[in-house]
């Protein structure tokens, strides 16, 4: 069950939750894309300005998911098992998870993480 993450490598909360990511991936079932790389964002199919609102992740079947649905599927794939995406899908469970995930996404230039310009603010 391998998957394509792709995220903002200017923020630095963002790089933070990937090393994180990257530590429990034991098996190497999550690939790692920055959104800075333009060849990234044409293999998500989304464009610059799409690609900074949310984390983005393609999983194995070429489902795109995007935001608190695209953490749960790169959780689990580090994890090596679906069971994050199938409580994510939970009724009442997804709507927390979206809003708490909008909350991040909006304050994430606020938040843990060293280094990191956060491109959030410096988007031509």
């Not at 909360?13 to 690939?31: A, K, M, N, Q, S």
């Not at 939970?90 to 708490?100: N, V």
């Not at 995930?101 to 909006?106: G, I, L």
Request: charged share 25%; hydrophobic share 40%; with cysteine.
């Amino acid at each position: 069950m391998p998957v394509d993450l792709l995220y903002d490598r200017d923020c630095g909360f963002c790089g933070r939750c990937v090393r994180f990511l990257r530590r429990i991936d034991r098996h190497g079932r999550v690939r790692i894309f920055a959104v800075q790389d333009a060849d990234a964002r044409a293999h998500f199919g989304v464009d610059l300005d799409r690609a900074l609102e949310q984390v983005w992740a393609l999983d194995s079947d070429g489902e795109l998911h995007s935001g608190a649905a695209a953490v749960n599927v790169a959780f689990g794939a580090a994890l090596g098992t679906r069971i994050p995406l199938m409580v994510y899908k939970i009724p009442g469970i997804r709507q927390i998870q979206d809003h708490l995930y909008r909350w991040v996404a909006a304050n994430r230039y606020r938040l843990p993480g060293k280094g990191g310009t956060c491109a959030v603010d410096s988007r031509p």
